[in-house]
Each structure stands twice: as C-alpha cells, then as structure tokens.
T-cell receptor, first 110, second 114 residues
C-alpha cells in the first residue's frame, strides 16, 4: 500500500531563517505530487505541483520554492521566512483520480 | 477563476439529527472530492464523485453530485459525536483552467452535541 511521509512534524523558525520541508511517498511510482498550505483566514491553498522529476509548477507567487530531486521526493524551501509563511503544510500525492494527504508539517514563524 | 463555496461554514447539531452540507462551484467539473479534517490533523479522503448523478455512501455519510447545478451535498444521517470534524469539498483545479491540483471550499466546522 502507498504511504506518504512528511517531516518535520512541527517547526518553529525565526523570521529570515531558511526552510526545508520534505515529503516522500512509498509504494507508488511516478505520482503527481502537491504542496498545499492551510493558514488561518486563507483556507487550503495549492502552492506547487509536480508531474515528474525536476518538473515544478507554481500556483501562486510567494516566498517559497519547491523541488523534486527524485521520483518520490518533494521538497518545499525558502531562503528567508516571513511571518506570513506560518501555517500547516500538507503534501499530497495522486494516482488516477484521488489525492491523498500526508500528516502535515506545522510551521510557526516568529 | 474557479471558486468553491460551502455552506454552512459552522454547524452545531444534536446527536440523532439529520443535516446537509452544501458545496457549490463556479465552473464545469465532473470531479468533486469530500475530505474530513480532525483538529490538528491532516485531511482524510471521504468521497470522490466522478460523474453527474453520482451518489456514494459510507456509514452515516452520503455524498451526491449534480454537475448541471454545480452542486454537491454531504448528508449526515442520525449524527453521532464521532462525526464532529471539519468537512471540506474540493474541485479539480483543471476545471478552472488550471493545470492540476484541487481548489477547496472554506470548510464546514461541524460540532455534534450529545
């Protein structure tokens, strides 16, 4: 069966510090991968998606970037965090017609 | 731009009662999703509705899709406390001209009281 992992589970970072969140999927090949953010007052928002290694599409302009160095690995990064980057970051994968979500990373920027 | 609207956004109901959550979306789509989120947790997939007239049921929850009306409903029958959660509907992003991913409604925060 397929599983999706995210780490870290929680993170507290100062403004201006870098960020790296990792997502890995097991039990499937060539999945579509997604990063979403859930933030207070802004709901659930798609940030990035990827259909293959090295292929990244951004849905909204922002302070974040994503990379997919391996088929089942998706990384979310920032060079300098802003207060507004705080939120619950969810990685998701899809094969066929359903998206499944990882356990999430809760990020607090102070 | 694809918009997904849920109502109500907040619902407090008693155990044993029935209720319906509504999800309207702004552009044609034949793929609609319902998710459940417990406090502090990730999203759990409940239903995927893939065609007009689709109806799916799992326990006390039943979801339906009317693509002509651009409306999906999530019906709760004889509610129990364990169903307390936030429920999201989502529509395939490609319906709004985007390439991939989901556009979510704001969620319905459901509290079921004994």
């Amino acid at each position: 069966s397929q599983t999706i992992h995210q780490w870290p589970a929680t993170l507290v970072q100062p403004v201006g510090s870098p960020l790296s969140l990792e997502c890995t999927v097991e039990g499937t090949s060539n999945p579509n991968l997604y990063w979403y953010r859930q933030a207070a007052g802004r709901g659930l928002q798609l940030l990035f998606y990827s259909v293959g290694i090295g292929q990244i599409s951004s849905e909204v302009p922002q302070n974040l970037s994503a990379s997919r160095p391996q088929d089942r690995q998706f990384i979310l990064s920032s060079k300098k965090l802003l207060l507004s980057d705080s939120g619950f970051y969810l990685c998701a994968w899809s094969v066929a017609k359903t998206q499944y979500f990882g356990p999430g990373t809760r990020l607090l920027v102070l | 731009e694809l918009k997904v609207e849920q109502n109500p956004l907040f619902l407090s109901m008693q155990e044993g009662k029935n209720y319906t959550i509504y999800c309207n979306y702004s552009t044609t789509s034949d793929r609609l999703y319902w998710y459940r989120q417990d406090p502090g947790k990730s999203l759990e997939s409940l239903f995927v509705l893939l065609s007009n007239g689709a109806v799916k049921q799992e326990g006390r929850l039943m979801a339906s899709l009317d693509t002509k009306a651009r409306l999906s409903t999530l019906h709760i029958t004889a509610a129990v406390h364990d169903l307390s959660a936030t429920y999201f509907c989502a529509v395939d992003h490609r319906s709004g001209g985007g390439a991939d991913g989901l556009t979510f409604g704001k969620g319905t925060h459901l509290i079921i009281q004994p």
